[in-house]
């Protein structure tokens, strides 16, 4: 992979652009298994709301059910951040969506054109794939913490392209210009620290209306795959309160709290 003298993450840089730089703490890794399996296990040892470890190449980067997140060092941000939610607030459904939501406004606010939401955590501009998101959640005596993975493709260089089994995307085609990679950082978490403000308030409810608004396959008729069951097939009738997946099947209305989406042939 090639080195990345153009493009470094540097702290002060970080640091200088966030609108509150005493709520984050950073390490930063060349290398590591996965930024969310790192934060997790810290989680668990009593690391504090906040932290965020950033890497250049995540040798088992995760996505959602297992699959590879493959990143780029220099072309690529790829960054997990530990909150810990309020005691007595009830497990966050649907954060993930909420954190969609988040890094849409974010790339926007930048400048990126045609930003799409996949259910539940892909970001995609033009049918590509310029991201993911994954977050998992542990809970213990009464409180919610979360780790948030994301993954966003700045550049996308040819092996990455290569690599994957999806059409996949970078922000330089949706920018005039992509952002240095220190301030996209520091221009997401802002953005993430604002929404998960408005969630302890308000969960999901306060970011459904702007989810479905830049939902990708809204109206449209899908195939919902998930492993050990039959594919279910039906249109795309939205999201719920607990950002579940509403498909018009024959059969009814159902909820679909988990799977892939993909675009049902015509």
Not at 75 to 88: C, H, I, K, N, Y
Not at 187 to 195: D, G, S
């Amino acid at each position: 992979m090639k080195a990345t003298p153009d493009d470094p993450l540097t702290t002060p840089a970080v640091i200088a652009a966030l609108d509150t730089p005493g709520c984050f703490s950073f390490e930063w890794m060349e290398r590591c298994d996965s930024t969310n399996t790192l934060l997790l296990e810290r989680a668990q040892a009593g690391a504090p709301s906040g932290s965020v470890v950033v890497c250049e190449r995540q040798t088992a980067g995760r996505g959602r059910r297992g699959r590879s997140w493959l990143s780029a060092p220099g072309d690529s941000l790829t960054f997990s951040l530990l909150w810990r939610f309020p005691a007595g607030l009830p497990a966050p459904a649907g954060l993930s969506l909420s954190v969609g939501v988040a890094v849409a406004r974010t790339l926007e606010k930048l400048g990126a054109a045609g930003i799409r939401l996949k259910w539940p955590n892909d970001i995609l501009a033009d049918g590509a794939k310029l991201g993911g998101i994954l977050v998992e959640t542990l809970s213990a005596g009464g409180r919610h913490t979360a780790v948030i993975g994301i993954g966003l493709n700045v550049r996308l260089p040819r092996e990455i392209a290569d690599a994957v089994d999806v059409r996949a995307g970078a922000l330089e085609a949706v920018m005039l210009h992509a952002p240095a990679r220190s301030l996209l950082l520091a221009a997401l978490l802002n953005e993430l620290a604002a929404m998960l403000e408005c969630f302890e308030r308000e969960g999901f409810a306060g970011f459904a209306e702007e989810w479905q608004d830049r939902h990708a396959h809204a109206g449209q008729l899908v195939r919902i795959l998930a492993d050990g069951t039959a594919p279910v097939e039906g249109r795309c009738a939205g999201v719920d309160a607990d950002g579940a997946l509403l498909l018009d099947t024959a059969s009814g209305v159902r909820r679909i709290l988990s799977g892939d989406v993909s675009l049902r042939p015509q």
